[in-house]
Nanobody, 122 residues
Framework: QLQLVESGGGLVQPGGSLRLSCAAS????????IGWFRQAPGKEREGVSC???????NYADSVKGRFTISRDNARNTMYLQMNSLKPEDTAVYYC????????????????WGKGTLVTVSS
């Protein structure tokens, strides 16, 4: 059964760091585009970062220079390293993956995790 399970969320002070993980089962993350999204209270879900099947990455302007996406194909896990966190980063973070191999970040995602809450507050 296909599953994406996020972990690593929690409460952190402004300026702090967190690393989110997304473990996959029933699907191989390698060779397909994968990404992180977030939804803040009262707002629509937005894309945070994506890594394509070829390894190219992109980031939302609001997180550039602070967040880093990566994947470990051997562990079938993707990560989002978040540094210099701000209160406006508070949201539920979701990992997602495309169904087919070889995709770019221009396409939509097919598989979704249930999310992990990140709260940035003093």
């Amino acid at each position: 059964q296909l599953q994406l399970v996020e972990s690593g969320g929690g409460l952190v002070q402004p300026g702090g760091s967190l690393r989110l993980s997304c473990a996959a089962s029933g699907v191989t993350l390698g060779y397909r585009a994968i990404g992180w999204f977030r939804q803040a209270p009262g707002k629509e879900r937005e894309g945070v970062s994506c890594i394509s099947s070829s390894g190219s990455t992109n980031y939302a302007d609001s997180v550039k220079g602070r967040f880093t996406i990566s994947r470990d194909n051997a562990r079938n896990t993707m990560y989002l390293q978040m540094n210099s966190l701000k209160p406006e980063d508070t949201a539920v973070y979701y990992c997602a993956a495309q169904k087919y191999y070889g995709g770019s970040c221009s396409y939509g995602m097919d598989y979704w995790g249930k999310g992990t809450l990140v709260t940035v507050s003093s």
